[in-house]
């Protein structure tokens, strides 16, 4: 699905595993990051892009403040590849930005489809904004 550098991918997998009343739900999917020297998956979720987004904060407040600002453009429609084409990131701590750009581009749409009102996707950068908030000292 999203090529990333160094080789890794970000891959889906039909249908997640999301059940309704018993039912798997067939527009469900699964987000991962594969990587090919080895052949794993990674099942990337909310929890570990926050938990990152959290390390880089107490390692570069600015530079995560920053990267939180490209998500909130994937968020809101933007290619992640254009997004990155704009903004160059330091190197720090945990995923590259790039990983959380495309896979969270995944996440969001694996979210809009278990809850097409738009509150799965909502929910999500909520608390990655308030994360953002509190790293600028509000």
């Given at each position: 699905?999203?090529?990333?550098?160094?080789g890794?991918?970000?891959?889906?997998?039909?249908?997640?595993?999301?059940?309704?009343?018993?039912?798997?739900?067939?527009?469900?999917?699964?987000?991962?990051?594969?990587?090919?020297?080895?052949?794993?998956?990674?099942?990337?979720?909310?929890?570990?892009?926050?938990?990152?987004?959290?390390?880089?904060?107490?390692?570069n407040?600015?530079?995560?403040?920053?990267?939180?600002?490209?998500?909130?453009?994937?968020f809101?429609?933007?290619?992640?590849?254009?997004?990155?084409?704009?903004?160059?990131?330091?190197?720090?701590?945990?995923?590259?930005?790039?990983v959380l750009?495309?896979?969270?581009?995944?996440?969001?749409?694996q979210?809009?489809?278990?809850?097409?009102?738009?509150?799965?996707?909502?929910?999500?950068m909520?608390?990655?904004?308030?994360?953002?908030?509190?790293?600028?000292?509000?």
């Amino acid at each position: 699905m999203e090529q990333l550098t160094g080789g890794k991918k970000i891959v889906i997998t039909k249908p997640g595993g999301k059940f309704v009343y018993g039912k798997v739900k067939r527009e469900d999917f699964m987000v991962w990051v594969y990587n090919p020297d080895d052949s794993t998956l990674w099942l990337i979720s909310h929890k570990d892009i926050y938990e990152d987004l959290e390390q880089k904060g107490k390692v570069n407040p600015d530079e995560t403040i920053r990267i939180i600002d490209a998500l909130e453009r994937v968020f809101t429609g933007e290619e992640p590849s254009d997004v990155l084409k704009t903004i160059s990131f330091s190197n720090l701590c945990g995923e590259p930005p790039e990983v959380l750009l495309k896979a969270y581009k995944w996440v969001w749409g694996q979210e809009d489809c278990n809850y097409p009102e738009g509150k799965g996707r909502e929910m999500s950068m909520k608390s990655i904004r308030e994360l953002r908030e509190r790293l600028r000292g509000g």
